[in-house]
């Protein structure tokens, strides 16, 4: 059983910028984040394999966001700048084992319990 603890969302103004973290009990697996808006699904924003040496990223934060682990401390962090309304979201941490940092979340087999990221105008 793998646990996932978010941290790190808040409130900023457009432009600006935040940094997610996620702290993973247990081995390190491939990390990922996802977003939800309410009345929408599960969205995938970000994921990265274990070493850290491939990424993928959804093309609308391509540029702006960062994903990056440190497997000493068994964390993952999304690192966002240029922050527009439209990021505003819940944000969650996943993982999953294997080697290829899908974006599809029926996937992951973990999930953090989200930390929300509000985005003014």
């Known amino acids: 059983q793998v646990q996932l603890v978010e941290s790190g969302g808040g409130s900023v103004q457009a432009g600006g910028s935040l940094r997610l973290s996620c702290a993973a009990s247990g081995r390190s697996y491939i990390m990922g984040w996802f977003r939800q808006t309410p009345g929408k699904e599960r969205e995938f924003v970000a994921a990265?394999?274990?070493?850290?040496?491939?990424?993928n990223y959804q093309d609308s934060v391509k540029g702006r966001f960062t994903i990056s682990r440190d497997n000493a401390k068994n964390t993952v962090y999304l690192q966002m700048n240029s922050l527009n309304p439209e990021d505003t979201a819940v944000y969650y941490c996943?993982?999953?084992?294997?080697?290829?940092?899908?974006?599809?979340?029926?996937?992951?087999?973990?999930w953090g319990q989200g930390t929300q990221v509000t985005v003014s105008s």
């Open positions: 990265i394999s274990w070493t850290g040496g491939i990424t």
């Open positions: 996943a993982a999953k084992e294997g080697i290829i940092p899908t974006a599809s979340k029926g996937q992951y087999d973990y």
